[in-house]
């Protein structure tokens, strides 16, 4: 049980394209979502929370308007990271959490996104 | 601000030699305490969530352990599969947030 997905796992675009990647927990319902980036050999720094039906809380330092979050359901959410440059290249990693009953996040397999 | 250190960095460890990772956490206000285990490329994959101080779990060779102030990974009898970077992460009673530590990444040989 608590499985996440995320699509794609990988992708490569060019600079100045947009990417979106899919979050979805596949056997529950997530009342939150949440999505991270990662460096090599460095932790997962939070980059927002989504609620669905709710506009996302984005950490400090986050552009909102490059980083665009959509939690459109209790099992999706989306990350479109709009006009890509080779500095947004990274591990991008969602999770998801069931809700206020229990607080564990259940984490995707991330998606390397590399822009050339 | 909600503040995890893990240490050592690094841990190399012979098959079947027995060792403990340390997270030392500050948080206003402990909600829980969880532990991940992440392989090179992939997502974190949960291993535990401890509340109070005292509480243990156990699953196959890992056991976690919670004080006031720390935890405990400890790896029993360790086999090459073991092998990953373990994180520590807390979460307070503010929000649902996780604060990760930067992990400890865990070597073991045949």
């Known amino acids: 049980g608590a499985v996440v997905s995320q699509h794609p796992s990988w992708v490569i675009c060019k600079s100045g394209t947009s990417v979106k990647i899919e979050c979805r927990s596949l056997?529950?319902?997530?009342?939150?979502m949440f999505w991270y980036r990662q460096f090599p050999k460095q932790s997962l720094m939070l980059m927002a929370t989504s609620n669905e039906g709710s506009k996302a809380t984005y950490e400090q330092g986050v552009e909102k308007d490059k980083f665009l979050i959509n939690h459109a359901s209790l099992t999706l959410s989306t990350l479109t990271v709009t006009s890509a440059h080779p500095e947004d290249s990274s591990f991008y990693i969602c999770?998801?959490?069931?809700?206020?009953?229990?607080?564990?996040?259940?984490f995707g397999p991330g998606t390397r996104l590399t822009v050339t | 601000e909600d503040q995890v250190t893990q240490s050592p960095e690094a841990l190399r460890l012979q098959e079947g030699e027995s060792s403990s990772l340390n997270c030392s956490y500050t948080?206003?206000?402990?909600?829980?305490l969880f532990w991940y285990r992440q392989d090179p490329g992939k997502g974190p994959e949960f291993l535990f969530t401890?509340?109070?101080a005292g509480e243990e779990k156990e699953k196959e060779r890992l056991k976690a352990t919670l004080t006031k102030k720390e935890s405990f990974l400890h790896i029993t009898a360790p086999k090459p599969e073991d092998s990953a970077t373990y994180l520590c992460?807390?979460?307070?009673?503010?929000?649902?947030?996780?604060?990760f530590g930067a992990g400890t990444t865990v070597t073991v040989r045949a």
């Open positions: 056997d529950f319902q997530a009342t939150t």
């Open positions: 948080v206003s206000g402990l909600r829980g």
């Open positions: 401890l509340y109070s």
């Open positions: 999770s998801a959490s069931p809700g206020l009953a229990t607080y564990e996040q259940y």
């Open positions: 992460a807390v979460q307070g009673m503010g929000d649902y947030k996780l604060s």
